[in-house]
């Protein structure tokens, strides 16, 4: 039997996933009116210039800041995400056609969304140019590792710690392109894309079969999509939280472009952590985010 191109080809998949739902409305987050907001309650003026001049980490926002607005916007985002999922189980299989692929694109665009949310706050850089719709190859690959995190891949947590390593030490202003496009990050990168493509195809198919009875699919759609998105957002989370760009002691002194670092290893691109006991609740979630 001849398989599907997408069959064959997992990592492309994957990047064609990626790059419609960084184009959909509302999922690109501004690095500076989110963290102005964000800040706000918690921080004085001059904290919050300097977080967005230069990085959180660098203003010295406290780690019990950041773990409070970090949840905020977990609760937030898996709420509306949650809530979306469940309304597209509402037709039943008569609409499937329609919803499961409306479905996967508002699931990847929410990752987005909290990935971008929790990398500005624990200090990374502007992750989108405001030029244009398209993606650099940069951000595509540190988004696939993060992506990667979520899912629990072991390759992707090394990879992402040894980007932030490679930041730590030089400019923390923007993405190192050569490691993330063609340097010792890039194989890791596509092998996690890979990965990612086949994972997605997986949970297409349970939220597929979730659908096909109305109302009730909706319940199960939603309470799946629950399930499996606030885990995956808090081990993100955990992981950058734990990294050196977001330790208050760090600074920014050196200016210019990150260099190329040791290789990274990947014995096990595959490897998966074990999941977080996070005992997801059938409780309601907030599908507003907190404001300042």
């Known amino acids: 039997m001849k398989q599907g191109k997408e069959v064959e080809n997992p990592e492309s998949r994957f990047f064609t996933v ?32 300097r977080a967005i001049e ?26 509306k ?6 309304a597209a189980g509402i037709p039943g299989i008569f609409a499937l056609p329609a919803t499961v692929p409306a479905d996967l694109a508002q699931y990847v665009g929410h990752m987005l969304r909290i990935a971008q949310k929790l ?15 398209d993606v650099d190859d940069a951000t595509m690959g540190v988004l696939t590792l993060f992506f990667g995190v979520m899912f629990g891949t072991q390759s992707a947590n090394t990879a992402v710690g040894k980007v932030a390593g490679m930041m730590s ?11 993330l496009t ?22 297409s198919f349970a939220k597929t079969v979730s659908k096909a009875i109305p109302l009730v699919g909706a319940a199960v759609s939603g309470g799946l999509t629950f399930a499996t998105f606030l885990p995956m957002a808090k081990r993100l989370k955990k992981h950058l939280a734990g990294l050196p760009l977001a330790d208050a002691s760090h600074r920014v002194t050196d200016d ?22 996070l005992g997801a609740s059938t409780t ?9």
């Open 169 to 179: 030490k030089q400019v923390a202003q923007k993405l190192p392109q050569k490691a």
């Open 18 to 49: 990626l790059r419609a739902a960084a184009k959909l409305p509302g999922v690109r987050i501004h690095r500076e009116a989110y963290l102005r907001s964000a800040l706000a309650r918690h921080c004085s003026e001059d904290d919050i210039r």
């Open 256 to 277: 210019g472009d990150v260099v190329d670092a040791e290789v990274v290893e990947d014995n096990e691109p595959f490897a998966t952590t074990q999941a977080d006991e």
């Open 182 to 203: 063609q340097g010792v990050v890039y194989p890791i990168v596509k092998r996690v894309a890979a990965y990612l493509g086949v994972q997605m195809t997986k949970q």
């Open 284 to 292: 309601a979630v907030k599908l507003e985010e907190p404001q300042p």
């Open 54 to 79: 230069e990085t959180p980490a660098a203003a010295g926002i406290s780690a019990d800041v950041l773990d409070k607005l970090a949840n905020d916007s977990i609760r937030f985002e898996t709420g």
């Open 81 to 86: 995400v949650s809530a979306l999922s469940a």
């Open 119 to 133: 990398a500005y706050l624990y200090s990374w850089p502007d992750l989108f140019s405001d030029e244009g719709d």
